[in-house]
């Protein structure tokens, strides 16, 4: 995926820029930022810890929390068709509680219904399903001996690090302070939002974003 962005910001005209990437797109972003160095000015990830320090640590409370993580990467079809007769559920169960909520009836108050409807729309699709498990599979094999095999590698641009202060991040590790273990030059700060910072708190993160990358 990270070669897929490189190419397709070469293919715009585009050998250099910067890059901010949310969950599953920081983790993309951290190995595009390890195996194309010379592509990025700066880069912004947000709300994740590496995927190499997070297998590396497994303890009772994020099994727990990101019990997701273990089911969907169970061969298939057994996720993909739990996900299928329940997508809903499962959809609205991660919405609530990795924005920092617990369920209940109606939506989490940053989401509006035309956009949870489409939302789902996409969640239900089989492909979707399948590429969602593929996904975290490839998280817990090819990406983690990829991760083993860069230890050593830094991140040479700037980095900016945003992170939810509700989420369990920021009370399981030292988010800022692990990131500077994995990059030359790591600053960045906590926002007050559950996991989904650019629908929960937008102008937070414009303000953090914008001088960062105009720097």
């Known amino acids: ?33 390890l195996d194309y160095p010379d592509r990025l000015t700066r880069l912004s990830i947000l709300d994740i810890v ?29 996720p ?6 329940s997508a809903e559920l499962f959809f609205r169960t991660l919405l609530f509680r990795l924005g920092g909520e617990e369920p209940r009836a109606g939506l989490p108050g940053w989401v509006d219904q035309a956009a949870y409807n489409d939302y789902l729309r996409c969640f239900r699709d089989p492909a979707a399903i399948g590429a969602v498990c593929e996904d975290y599979r490839a998280a817990a ?5 990829h ?5 050593n590698k830094k991140i040479q641009c700037p980095l900016l ?40 708190v937008p102008d937070q993160l414009i303000a953090e974003l914008k001088p960062f990358l105009a720097g």
């Open 1 to 33: 995926m990270a070669q897929d962005m490189v190419e397709v910001m070469e293919h715009l005209g585009f050998r250099k820029f910067a890059l901010v990437g949310h969950d599953r797109g920081g983790r993309v972003a951290h190995r595009l930022a």
């Open 50 to 78: 590496p995927s190499y320090k997070c297998y590396q640590s497994v303890n009772k409370e994020f099994a727990t929390i990101f019990y997701h993580w273990f089911m969907l990467v169970q061969p298939p079809p057994f």
């Open 80 to 85: 993909e068709t739990m996900l299928r007769n």
């Open 141 to 145: 094999s090819i990406d983690l001996a």
């Open 147 to 151: 991760d083993a095999a860069d230890l």
């Open 161 to 200: 690090v945003l992170w939810s202060e509700k989420g369990p991040f920021h009370h399981m590790y030292d988010v800022l302070q692990t990131w500077r273990e994995r990059a030359n030059n790591a600053t960045g700060k906590a926002l007050a939002a559950g996991h989904f910072l650019p629908e929960q």
